[in-house]
């Protein structure tokens, strides 16, 4: 992953006709290839910017660059970018409208003049890297939520973008789902596509992104390395964010003796019970037990859960 930025927006505001701001200057960048997390709250702006990026939404003011040239807003402009930026929407019924999984993922590079055969092509690459292989022929009308999901997906990917924009792709997905489509992004981001998503989940963003931009009251409040959230508890509450889950676990450990005060944070739950598991029995003479130490922590933090 290079530090080349893809899309930058510079002090972006947007106003809706009701007069209500979208965006009240935002501004982030976006690194080539990377894995990029929009975290905060409902109402805080993450849709409209991603709106935004694509080309649905334009800025009232401000400016948004791609590959340091401003966006053309022209017919042919935005139809070049978005064959460069795909947007997948939260509900996908917004986005399927064909009556066969084929013909809406087909219907992209239909449009774009391409020969048949490059067409069909580009239908069974897209479908087998969100393993629909399978269902190509399948109604639309007969998937379930998260087949849906990952349709919308192979329908942009069949556009063949550099940048993939998906808001809230977890939302209304069982854990199964969830697992699934994760194993699709990190499919798409090994392949080098740079990938921005939104989510108010604070412990799946810590783990999965390289790159978190905290969004509250239309303005990107912070944005920094993930493995840096642990100091960044201002801007998160600021935003309506707590630490995520691992990390206030960890802080109990090293508060009661059980990890050193100098362990890495680790960024998941797995990586945590990975490290416990190396240290050796002398860090745990005594101290409380882990089972115990876990359950004390969850009791306090009502609602956790170990989730994606």
């Known amino acids: 992953m290079t530090t080349r930025l893809i899309l930058e927006i510079c002090n972006v505001r947007h106003v809706y006709a009701t007069g209500s701001n979208g965006l009240a200057g935002c501004s982030l960048n976006i690194r080539q290839g990377s894995r990029n997390a929009l975290l905060g709250a409902n109402g805080s702006g993450k849709t409209t910017l991603l709106q935004q990026l694509n080309g649905l939404l334009r800025p009232t003011s401000g400016a948004i660059l791609i590959d340091g040239a401003p966006l053309d807003y022209s017919r042919n402009g935005l139809a070049a970018l978005r064959r460069r930026v795909g947007l997948v929407f939260q509900n996908p019924d917004r986005q399927l409208f064909s009556a066969s999984v084929c013909e809406d993922v087909s219907f992209g590079p239909l449009n774009l003049g391409l020969d048949e055969a490059e067409v069909r092509e580009r239908v069974a690459q897209s479908l087998a890297a969100v393993g629909m292989t399978a269902m190509a022929e399948r109604p639309v009308h007969h998937l379930s939520f998260g087949q849906k999901k ?52 604070v412990d799946f963003a810590y783990r999965w992104a390289d790159d978190i931009h905290v969004l509250a009251a239309g303005r990107c409040i912070a944005s920094f390395d993930a493995g840096r959230l642990p100091e960044q508890e201002v801007a998160l509450q600021a935003a309506g964010q707590s630490l995520p889950a691992v990390v206030e676990l960890c802080r109990v450990l090293v508060a009661r003796g059980m990890l050193p005060p100098t362990a890495a944070a680790p960024r998941s739950l797995d990586q945590l019970a990975a490290s416990l598991a190396d240290m050796p029995s002398r860090h745990f003479v005594e101290t409380l037990p882990l089972g115990a130490a876990a359950h004390s922590y969850c009791d306090g933090r009502r609602g956790w859960t170990r989730r994606h």
Not at 173 to 185: I, M, N, R
């Open 150 to 201: 990952r349709v919308c997906i192979a329908g942009v990917l069949a556009m063949r973008p550099e940048v993939l924009l998906l808001d809230e792709p977890m939302a209304g997905l069982d854990g199964a789902a969830q697992t699934e489509l994760l194993a699709v992004l990190d499919d798409l981001s090994g392949r080098g596509i740079t990938i921005v998503l939104s989510t108010h989940d």
